[in-house]
């Protein structure tokens, strides 16, 4: 009985976490993290199955079409070839696409942070490309994208190790969590996190539960249910208040020195200022009072007042109040 160790990654999500398998004489029999590797964390319930996965009795390995309709108590599966079944979807989709146009099809998947589709779907995506469609369903709407984006957007970087933004616990001197129970939810995080703590840094969690990392923390804010927001909008007022923030961060690369129409809630846009006015540039306030058109992308006219409310005198001679976004 011989026993092989293949090093490789686990793609049952998109944490790739580094793993060793072990196959027994031509079978999958375990799979363990893959502690030599410089990048190790642990790995979760859903790479451990992996053997499951593989020998599930209940796994499709082939097509399979149904021969009796929807609604029948025995769907009647039988096994296809793959030429067959890939003449029947072409067959079936080129039917739709003469019919209705293409655009009457849409590609669906599900998310890459609960399953295997994180190196697929760059494939269906470029599939519905050539199709014609520009119809994609997904879930980051409401998964991920927060998490992926916005701390992009915050940390003004485009991330490290394959993520979009991760925050670089090692070499942060305060770790925030809240809501979020990493340990489970996002185990391969943990290895930076703890790293950070090792490095000095002090631990907070808000979480209404005692979870194993609130357990770690400096200080467990334990919140009551449906209150973060209260608590989250508490601490920007003294980060206001107390001048914590980077004032000139704010007002260079965020859209807190833009202006704001008091009777509509509106940007205020250079259309709204003259006729002939770009909708996509907005109007920031200069220290003097006066305003001036900012375009996307270009250096700011100014410097801009960052808290500030003033009249503005619009393309049709009325004046309207307008406060800055901050």
């Known amino acids: 009985m011989t026993t092989q160790e293949i090093r490789g990654y686990c793609s049952q999500c998109s944490c790739y976490?580094?793993?060793?398998?072990?196959?027994?004489?031509?079978?999958f029999v375990d799979v363990k993290p893959d502690k030599a590797h410089p990048?190790?964390?642990p790995i979760c319930p859903k790479g451990k199955a992996g053997p499951e996965l593989v020998y599930n009795s209940q796994r499709l390995q082939y097509p399979m079409r149904r021969t009796t309709p929807k609604g029948s108590p025995d769907p009647g599966w039988q096994?296809?070839?793959w030429d067959e079944a890939l003449d029947t979807i072409t067959t079936k989709l080129n039917e739709i696409k003469a019919q209705y146009g293409a655009e009457a099809v849409a590609t669906s998947r599900a998310g890459p942070g609960g399953s295997a589709l994180s190196e697929i779907w760059p494939w269906l995506k470029r599939f519905a490309q050539a199709f014609g469609t520009p119809n994609n369903i997904?879930?980051?709407?409401?998964?991920q994208w927060h998490r992926d984006n916005c701390s992009a957007y915050t940390y003004g970087k485009p991330g490290v190790m394959g993520t979009h933004g991760r925050a670089e616990f090692e070499r942060a001197g305060s770790i925030l969590i809240l809501g979020n129970n990493v340990p489970v939810t996002r185990l391969s995080m943990m290895p930076f996190i703890e790293r950070g703590m090792k490095h000095g840094a002090k631990l907070v969690v808000i979480d209404t539960r005692k979870t194993d990392l609130a357990a770690k923390a400096d200080l467990w804010l334990q919140v009551n249910p449906d209150t973060d927001t209260a608590l989250f909008?508490?601490?920007?007022q003294v980060m206001l208040e107390d001048k914590l923030y980077d004032a000139a961060f704010a007002r260079d690369w965020t859209t807190g020195p833009f202006l704001v129409r008091s009777d509509t809630g509106n940007l205020l846009k250079a259309s709204d200022l003259t006729a002939g006015g770009n909708p996509a540039h907005y109007v920031v306030a200069g220290s003097d009072g006066n305003t001036n058109v900012y375009q996307p992308g270009a250096p700011l006219p100014i410097a801009p007042v960052l808290d500030t409310a003033c009249a503005v005198k619009l393309a049709g001679g009325q004046q309207v109040e307008c406060k800055t976004a901050f």
Not at 17 to 27: E, L
Not at 138 to 143: F, M, P, R, Y
Request: charged share 15%.
């Open 39 to 41: 990048l190790y964390s």
């Open 138 to 143: 997904s879930t980051t709407h409401i998964c």
């Open 79 to 81: 096994r296809i070839s």
């Open 233 to 236: 909008m508490s601490m920007l």
């Open 17 to 27: 976490c580094r793993i060793v398998s072990y196959v027994r004489d031509g079978v």
